[in-house]
């Protein structure tokens, strides 16, 4: 089925371990976003890219990074992890203009000790 | 920039009850507004959208969202509330670009009482 593809869907990780999580979208959208949820707060944007080799920072950067180095994929790197990165991620795509609005993943359940 | 409100963090209504969520947006241009439901423990999916069409746009489950430009509110409504629908409802706004970001809303958890 066409969607976006989130791996893994659970992690727990230690304070300092770094980690990749994946994401992959097969509809050819030009523009990914990483997103992270938490109680009472919606959800925040972590970094988006609006195609190939460009990315861009969201509201909540901090600790992590990404690349886009295909139009498929877009993964999401902790560097060192925290406990305060303990959060549930999604990971969006879209077509260009925007019209249709986001397609989401089904998360990826990150705990941090 | 754009962003939107969702008023009231929690909502119960009675089964057969009529839903009603709020949001409210600002953009200094016209936007393109959603609405998303999360069901526990999954991913947001799309339940309508306003995309300067007409103003009353009707989405999957028998929701409904009016929106009025003169009010900067974009309300998601249904007639007869199903245990079904309990669920978080996210309310975004975005613009016509293709580097414009989607804002959301701070949820609204919607519960039905039997």
Known sequence: ?113 | AQSVTQLGSHVSVSEGALVLLRCNYSSSVPPYLFWYVQYPNQGLQLLLKYTSAATLVKGINGFEAEFKKSETSFHLTKPSAHMSDAAEYFCAVTLYSSASKIIFGSGTRLSIRP
């Open chain 1, 1 to 113: 089925n066409a969607g976006v593809t989130q791996t893994p869907k659970f992690q727990v990780l230690k304070t300092g371990q770094s980690m990749t999580l994946q994401c992959a979208q097969d509809m050819n959208h030009e523009y990914m976003s990483w997103y992270r949820q938490d109680p009472g707060m919606g959800l925040r944007l972590i970094h988006y890219s609006v195609g190939a080799g460009i990315t861009d920072q969201g509201e909540v950067p901090n600790g992590y990074n990404v690349s886009r180095s295909t139009t498929e994929d877009f993964p999401l790197r902790l560097l060192s992890a925290a406990p305060s990165q303990t959060s549930v991620y999604f990971c969006a795509s879209r077509s260009t203009g925007g019209a249709e609005g986001y397609t989401f993943g089904s998360g990826t359940r990150l705990t941090v000790v």
